[in-house]
């Protein structure tokens, strides 16, 4: 990801209550906006203005929701559970979802200790028929925790804290998780089991705490429930649909389960009639509404844990805990930047240079493949999924709307588009250089004459090369109907990108701003001419370099032995249609095409 340019203060919108902790690392750089209580569409209605939310549980971020946020780069869900956040969506609109995801496990598993200790000492029955001016000490007797069986589904961050807890109770654990970590639970005194049958057998207590995900919603319905004791209490502090709410009132009513804990529901707040309201009201469920998370401390963790990562994401940096994105080492990318730039030029570069010729981002007719070499130090580094990402990019933001091309979806993005991408690392070329790492980009574009297409078509606005009459195989932009490969090298030099050679022709130029690249004979007169025609439109030249033949490759030459070389022009001013092609005749250039970056 590139450092994004704001043209004013970016805006995060935070809908639901998040510690103020967070939100103070914000302020300083945001315009940050606490609307709390906005129904789905007021929230649709204004998220266009924002390029980041902030929520927890209650805010549902869904696909409708992902499309109008036209701005929105990071979603980030104070918590841990991002079930309500359409997350596919969201990745294949590049946006970033974070969370947090270790901020409040404590509060978590403390909360399901908690409801446990209410369930057997009959806390809120006890708490409300004292209230009543009652004194009923025989039907309250409770049960001890000391030696029951503590069955616990989901061994990860949560269980493995209520285990440990328990364990300090004196309370045999047993676990059911496929993918546990064999030596923590080990540690923890928990034995695995290897179903969820065996499990629900032996249990006293049942606690759950997997997400909520295809293999996880529903598990405990009518069918495992009358396999438990009728003495076992259940709790559940993850999410409402593990468990079928109409079956644990049924089982309940029937006495075949003898308690329950619950903090979450299939519906939350639940509607009323609803099941969830039905269990709630049940005499032997203590319930608390999504509290698992609600402490002061938790709260604090995962508000900086979140907004931290917002900070780095609208600075350009990358998060630490991406739900769709892969994770890369701060350090390593700190190392990546200047090269994530230079890419992206490149990529930038092929498609307004060199697209005329084919489809260079990649339609379906005009399959590119392109090889992007990493030579030098860069061979080194762990990943290059920035690199990629910065690629894909640079190929189609020329020609595309769809600007928001970030590691998060940029593999999708690029199988849309049918672009291939090989990328290699080599340790040659190394010493003979002053720089220590340079990336070549090699394209192949390859179509059938079926497919060759008239000029103007699929062709971006700005991909304006044009020829003076010499042969097409021989030139750096605009071709012949065969598939050519095209070459452009770069490399970082004081944390500045440069360009080092495009196609045959080599020479160091800064790919900056608006350039005008035109293939001429090298010969007296030429420059005057270019400049002459320049100055009469009013464009101002910045600079200007020229870049002869790469090691004298595929030489022509003029009738007076002018070799071909490229001239670049930074120029300032608007190059209109004509002016360009203006500079392309018999005392001018043979091409010139029109590039920003
Ligand atoms: N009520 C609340 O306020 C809070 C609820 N939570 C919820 O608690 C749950 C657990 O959170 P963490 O421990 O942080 O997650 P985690 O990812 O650390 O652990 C989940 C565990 O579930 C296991 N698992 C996955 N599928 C399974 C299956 N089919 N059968 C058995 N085990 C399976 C995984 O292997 C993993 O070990 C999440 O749903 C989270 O949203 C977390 C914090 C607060
Ligand atoms: O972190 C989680 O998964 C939670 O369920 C906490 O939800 P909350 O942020 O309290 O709405």
Not at 154 to 175: D, E, P, S
Request: proline share 5%; with cysteine; glycine share 8%.
């Amino acid at each position: 990801m590139a450092i994004p340019t704001y043209t004013s203060r970016p805006k995060v919108l935070i809908p639901e209550k998040v510690s103020p902790d967070g939100l103070d690392l914000l302020k300083d750089s945001f315009d940050v906006d606490q609307k709390q209580g906005l129904s789905p569409d007021e929230l649709k209605s204004i998220i266009g203005d924002y390029e980041a939310l902030v929520v927890r549980s209650e805010t549902k971020v869904t696909a409708d929701l992902l499309k109008a946020a036209k701005k929105l780069k990071v979603v980030a869900r104070a918590g841990v559970g991002v079930d309500n956040v359409d997350v596919k969506t969201a990745t294949s609109l590049g946006i970033i979802v974070v969370n947090s995801p270790s901020g409040n496990i404590n509060a978590a598993a403390e909360h399901t200790i908690a409801l446990m200790m209410a369930v057997a000492r009959n806390v809120a029955d006890a708490s409300q028929s004292i209230k009543a001016g009652k004194w009923e000490r025989s039907r309250l007797t409770g049960i001890e925790a000391k030696g029951k069986t503590l069955a616990i589904v989901g061994l990860g961050k949560v269980g493995l804290t209520v285990a440990r807890i328990a364990n300090g109770f004196g309370m045999h654990l047993i676990a059911y998780d496929p993918y546990a970590n064999e030596s923590l639970a080990a540690a923890a005194s928990v034995t695995l089991l290897p179903n969820l049958a065996d499990l629900l057998k032996q249990a006293d207590f049942l606690t759950l705490h997997t997400p909520l995900i295809a293999s996880t919603k529903g598990m405990i319905s009518h069918a495992e429930l009358a396999t438990m004791k009728p003495t076992a209490r259940i709790l559940n502090v993850a999410r409402g649909g593990m468990i079928d709410e109409d079956a644990l009132v049924a089982a309940l009513d029937a006495g075949t389960i003898a308690g329950a804990g619950i903090d979450v529901f299939t519906s939350e707040p639940p509607q009323p009639d609803s099941s969830a309201s039905r269990l709630i009201a049940h005499p032997k469920v203590v319930a608390t509404p999504h509290l698992g998370a609600s402490t002061k401390e938790a709260q604090e963790n995962v508000s900086i844990d979140v907004c931290e990562q917002v900070v780095s994401i609208l600075s350009g940096a990358l998060p630490r805990s991406a739900v769709n994105a892969p994770i890369i080492l701060p350090e390593e990318y700190a190392k990546l930047q200047p090269f994530v730039e230079l890419v992206e030029k490149m990529g930038s570069l092929y498609t307004q240079h060199f697209a005329s010729s084919h489809s260079g981002s990649g339609s379906a007719a005009f399959r590119t493949t392109f090889d992007l070499t990493y030579e030098g130090a860069l061979a080194e580094l762990g990943t290059t999924k920035p690199l990629f990402a910065a690629l894909v990019k640079g190929l189609l933001s020329p020609i595309s709307e769809t600007a928001n091309i970030n590691i998060v979806n940029a593999e999708l993005v690029a199988k849309e588009r049918g672009i291939l991408v090989n990328e290699q690392r080599s340790r040659e070329n190394v010493d003979t250089l002053a720089y220590s790492s340079f990336i070549t980009l090699r394209a192949r574009a390859s179509r059938s004459a079926s497919q060759a297409r008239p000029a103007s078509s699929r062709m971006p606005s700005s991909a304006n090369t044009a020829q003076a009459g010499t042969p097409a195989s021989s030139s750096t932009g605009g071709g012949g109907a065969e598939a050519k490969e095209q070459i452009i090298q770069g490399f970082v030099s004081a944390n500045k990108p440069f360009i080092s050679r495009l196609d045959r022709f080599e020479g160091e130029f800064v790919p900056q701003g608006t350039l005008l690249i035109c293939r001429n004979f090298d010969s007296v007169g030429k420059i005057g001419y270019v400049g002459n025609l320049l100055g009469k439109a009013g464009v101002n030249i910045r600079f200007m370099n020229v870049a002869p033949l790469h090691n004298g490759a595929g030489v022509e030459e003029n009738g007076n032995g002018g070799k071909e070389a490229l001239m670049i022009l930074g120029v300032d001013g608007e190059v209109s249609e004509s002016v360009r092609r203006g500079l392309i005749s018999e005392e001018g250039a043979l091409e010139a095409s029109l590039v920003v970056l």
